[in-house]
């Protein structure tokens, strides 16, 4: 599970682009979001590279 | 009481006083002719659990100074007249982010690096004004070896009681001068520590009845933010005009509004006196030489010895001047000080300078006022 | 936020002021990851910082913060701790601040060896004021300052640090943060001066006016640019041309010097720190 706080995220779209798996994307108002959860493979590194401290990545819980 | 008779140099004495007064801390930069306060502060600072570094400029020496003193001891530097300049953007952080400390200079000739072992009083104007921006600030100028001492504990009390910069105007002829002088015994000195925050719950720069605010101490646990930048009551920056108006209105009010605490000088026969010379610093000795040579010539003639140049002194001068015929003003410069008397008495002041690295005569200050009455003035 | 790294931040001063993409509130995560991972002693830690965007950093982070003068981080830093030998000095400063106007601070504060570890934010470029020129701004490379290309050579300050004395020198990417990360725990453990300078994007400012498109292919460029030293020893000069080495470059034991100092008082006062 990844967590995206909307009200801290930026929109730099650094997260969507260097996720190994193609993720997360950024919507309509230019907001990260977690798009394709099925990808996800819980790395972490999305939440140790954004730089406005908005994503939580839970490795344990499941969809 | 006061302690055996010893000759003492001016500077050793202003080392000795910063003891005195509780100073722990020095930073400094080799420079003529100040040089002897940070050797002494060198041997001494050791042996009573205090820290002395010599920096790599004057600059640092002045960042290291209120790196110190944001841990809670009293800190200091001294310096010369290139180094004074050197100083002046920290200066003015010390007084925007109120952090005690006192800053020597030992006046030499300028500008740049002018004559260094010849005394100077041009940079009375730069302690007033010499950094960027609005701010007030206090500056004390010793006219003796003792009161390089009884001066310089006034000094450290008040940048502490008051959380601010204050200048330590010397100038060449009192740092080397020396003296026999008695110390007063440390039992009848009088010594201030700054107020510290005691909880994390008050604000660190939220002003008391006193217009000063507890000063907020590292290492407490209370994670307060200090800056240079325009802050609010919680120390955060803060743009907004309110807050930046009342916060350089409380840096000038918290030294305007205790003159009559912080202003010190001293008048000899002013009362009755027809002529007053007025003066600091190392022009006072000449000054008062000058007083007791015309009053052989039955010429009442009063001094006025000022301690406290910055703030000016206004009403005091006015109060104990009006009534002469004329007012003499020597300094070593081309006029600095006296442009102040100007705003009070416009038409009695007169100026006497020297700027070239001598010391003034007493028998050339007497002669301004022995013309002046052979004129009928 | 993860609640392990609130208590190291003041939240309430959250969203910080940085552009989008910068890489400086990596490198203010990988410092409060490190500080919640060793299990810092907050109040016996300052933090303190100079002028440009990496020194707004001591606002944000909730320890005892002081944002100092432009290039006089390390100056005020060595006055603290003299006073206060005892406590963690972090002092966060950037490219232009720590190696030009603060560079003779920098050298003697490493030729002292005093314990403060260092972490110089690296984007090659002053960013507060709109995108000059520093001593690490790339030789060739452009900025406001230098709109025909940098004529000035840029400084390796891993070199430069050593060459002043330096106890402990690292180099890391925002890109590689779980390195810099563990590097800023070994800076922080080690006794003695510590610089990490950490490589990190300014992509308003830099990555524009150089074409290095966005804040992500920025990274990917560190990615591509970072070797070890290990890989660097099997390259030739020319295949090093263009690239950096990152991780602990240097590290040795020398007297501290404020720890001296707190000795000699010691001894001068008979054996009585009091």
Not at chain 2, 118 to 123: H, T
Not at chain 2, 361 to 374: D, F, M, Q, R, Y
Not at chain 3, 6 to 11: D, L
Not at chain 3, 24 to 53: F, P
Request: aromatic share 8%; hydrophobic share 40%; net charge negative.
């Amino acid at each position: 599970m990844v967590i995206i706080d909307q009200k801290l995220c930026k929109g730099c779209g650094i997260c969507v682009s260097l996720c190994p798996k193609q993720a997360l994307a950024l919507n309509e108002v230019n907001k990260s979001y977690y798009a394709h959860p099925d990808v996800c493979i819980h790395c972490g590194m999305c939440e140790l590279w954004c730089p406005d401290y908005a994503i939580i990545v839970e490795r344990e819980s499941k969809e | 009481m006061a302690k055996q008779a010893m000759l003492l140099q001016g500077n050793q004495a202003c080392a000795f006083g910063a003891l005195a007064a509780g100073v722990r801390f020095f930073a400094g930069y080799p420079i003529t002719p100040s040089t002897e306060i940070a050797e002494i502060l060198a041997q001494e600072l050791p042996k009573v659990n205090g820290r002395f570094i010599q920096m790599e400029d004057e600059i640092a020496s002045m960042g290291a100074v209120l790196g110190a003193s944001l841990a809670n001891v009293k800190a200091i530097t001294a310096t010369s007249g290139p180094g004074f300049s050197l100083k002046q953007e920290l200066i003015g952080y010390a007084s925007m982010a109120q952090i005690p400390s006192v800053i020597i200079n030992v006046q030499r000739v300028g500008p740049s690096t002018g004559m260094a072992t010849s005394p100077a009083q041009g940079d009375v104007m730069q302690a007033r004004w010499g950094t960027h921006g609005d701010h007030t600030i206090i500056a004390l100028s010793p006219a003796s070896v003792l009161e390089c001492y009884t001066l310089m504990i006034d000094a450290v009390n008040m940048a502490e009681k008051y959380r601010t910069p204050v200048i330590f105007l010397m100038d060449e002829v009192i740092g080397h001068m020396r003296e026999d002088v008695r110390l007063p015994e440390d039992e009848e000195l009088t010594i201030v520590n700054r107020k510290v925050i005691t909880n994390s719950d008050q604000l660190p720069y939220k002003s008391e009845a006193d217009g000063v605010a507890p000063m907020s101490i590292f290492g407490e646990g209370h994670y307060f933010h200090v800056t240079g930048l325009s802050h609010d009551e919680t120390g955060f920056p803060q743009n907004g005009g309110d807050v930046v108006k009342a916060n350089i209105d409380w840096l000038n009010e918290k030294i305007d509004r205790n003159l009559d605490d912080i202003i010190r000088y001293e008048a000899i026969d002013c009362q009755d006196a027809d002529y007053i010379i007025i003066a600091y610093g190392g022009t006072s000795r000449s000054a008062l030489q000058a007083k007791i040579l015309l009053e052989k010539q039955n010429i009442r003639c009063g001094f006025l010895c000022l301690k406290t140049i910055w703030p000016f002194p206004y009403e005091a001068v006015k109060t104990i001047c009006q009534h002469a015929k004329m007012v003499v003003f020597p300094e070593m410069n081309c006029g600095q000080l006296v442009g102040e008397v100007r705003k009070i008495l416009p038409d009695k002041v007169v100026p006497f300078n020297r700027y070239d690295g001598q010391l003034m005569l007493p028998e050339e200050i007497a002669a301004v006022v022995e013309n002046a009455v052979k004129e009928g003035k | 936020m993860r609640d392990e790294l609130k208590p190291y931040f003041r939240e309430n001063r959250l969203p910080h002021i940085w552009c989008p993409g910068c890489g400086h509130g990596i490198i203010m995560g990988a410092l409060a990851r490190a500080m919640a991972k060793m299990d810092i002693d907050k109040k016996n830690t300052a933090v303190i910082s100079g002028i440009g965007c990496s020194s707004r950093a001591t606002g944000y982070l909730d320890f005892d913060t002081l944002h100092t003068a432009h290039g006089r981080a390390l100056a005020f830093a060595t006055g603290y701790k003299m006073v206060k030998p005892e406590s963690k000095v972090i002092v966060l400063t950037g490219d232009g601040d720590c190696t030009a106007i603060g560079g003779n601070h920098l050298i003697h504060v490493a030729r002292r060896n005093i314990d403060l570890t260092t972490i110089v934010f690296n984007n090659n470029i002053y960013g507060m004021t709109g995108g000059q020129y520093s001593p690490l701004t790339p030789n060739g490379s452009k900025a406001t300052t230098s709109p025909y290309g940098n004529l000035e050579r840029n400084f390796d300050l891993v070199q430069l640090a050593k060459g002043a004395g330096a106890t402990f020198i690292a180099r890391s990417t925002v890109y590689h943060v779980n390195q810099l990360t563990d590097l800023i725990i070994k800076g922080i453990n080690h006794k003695g001066f510590s610089l990490i300078e950490v490589v990190t994007q300014c992509p308003t400012n830099y990555g524009r006016k150089n074409k290095m498109g966005s804040p992500a292919q920025m990274m990917l460029w560190q990615k591509e640019h970072a070797v070890t030293k290990a890989q660097a020893d099997k390259m030739t000069a020319e295949e090093l041309k263009d690239k950096f080495i990152v991780g602990l470059l240097h590290q040795e034991e020398a007297p501290e010097y404020t720890e001296q100092y707190a000795k000699m008082v010691a001894n001068l006062m008979g054996g009585d720190d009091k």
